[in-house]
């Protein structure tokens, strides 16, 4: 009888820490994006781009010419938001098939935009490195429920 209290007592607590680290990365989370969203375009773009010379090794054109791009992606991120919170402030309605279809084919369209300039810009092995890494982070969000799979496999 005691063996199965303390069984239980274990049980117990084991979920009552399992529910605290989750708050904890619910209010981190919440954090971040109250960060991200003090930050403007530019603040975005500029460390983007830093990230991206250190992980890429770029020079200073190729840095200056990401930073236009990461610049102008930021800027229009920022604007995704800004309609979003106006949308969350009035009531959000769904969106019919044919909007969500748009808005993909709008999203996809920028992507390979921007995967065409980061082409001309970065050497082979760069490109291919940066390549890597933006899968790496798409598969990530997705673990975390942000984005969509990039492609499924139905058999």
Do not use: C
């Not at 919440?30 to 020079?59: F, G, H, P, S, V």
């Not at 791009?69 to 800027?75: F, G, H, M, Q, S």
């Not at 009035?90 to 709008?106: C, I, L, S």
């Not at 942000?146 to 496999?153: A, C, D, L, T, V």
């Amino acid at each position: 009888m005691k063996k199965l209290l303390i069984i239980a007592v274990a049980f117990v607590s084991l979920q009552a820490v399992a529910q605290d680290k989750k708050s904890d990365r619910m209010d981190m989370r919440k954090e971040r994006m109250e960060q991200y969203q003090a930050m403007t375009a530019e603040e975005l773009a500029t460390i983007q781009t830093k990230k991206m010379t250190l992980a890429l090794d770029l020079n200073d054109a190729q840095q200056t010419k990401i930073n236009a791009i990461n610049l102008e992606e930021a800027k229009l991120r920022k604007s995704i938001m800004e309609e979003r919170k106006a949308m969350k402030e009035e009531e959000r309605k769904e969106m019919t098939k044919d909007q969500r279809v748009a808005k993909m084919n709008e999203r996809l369209d920028r992507q390979i935009a921007t995967k065409a300039k980061m082409k001309e810009i970065l050497t082979e092995e760069q490109y291919t490195k940066w390549e890597a890494s933006h899968k790496r982070g798409a598969r990530d969000a997705h673990r975390q429920g942000k984005r969509e799979p990039m492609k499924r496999n139905k058999q």
